[in-house]
Nanobody
């Protein structure tokens, strides 16, 4: 089992930045795929970015909607997954979720077994 706790959401003006954090426990950090998703009312969870351990480093992937503005990273010493978001837009407003899986991971929310409680990001225009 993996437990996830997010933090770092809040209200920011368009063009601003936020850094989301997700502290993981239960399994050795960096040995399983993790990802960030986001969700708005009435919609399914939308993929944002993923971090997959591979050969002593991490493979990262980003959704087209955030590529170039967002950076996902992992800190094994702190068991923390981070999402640095820059040049935020009103359409980035959502609840952001950290996710993990003991499987191979992927770009769909159905590929993940463990979820945090979510942290709300609001981008004002």
């Amino acid at each position: 089992q993996v437990q996830l706790v997010e933090s770092g959401g809040g209200l920011v003006q368009a063009g601003g930045s936020l850094r989301l954090s997700c502290v993981a426990s239960g399994r050795t950090f960096g040995t399983y795929p993790m990802a960030w998703f986001r969700q708005t009312p009435g919609n399914e969870r939308e993929y944002v970015a993923t971090l997959i351990p591979r050969h002593n480093t991490y493979y990262t992937n980003y959704a087209a909607s955030v590529k170039g503005r967002v950076s996902i990273s992992g800190d094994s010493a702190k068991s923390t997954l981070s999402l640095q978001m820059n040049s935020l837009k009103p359409e980035d407003t959502a609840v952001y979720y950290c996710a993990a899986t003991l499987g191979v991971g992927g770009l769909m929310w159905t590929h993940y077994d463990f979820w945090g409680q979510g942290t709300r990001v609001t981008v004002a225009s």
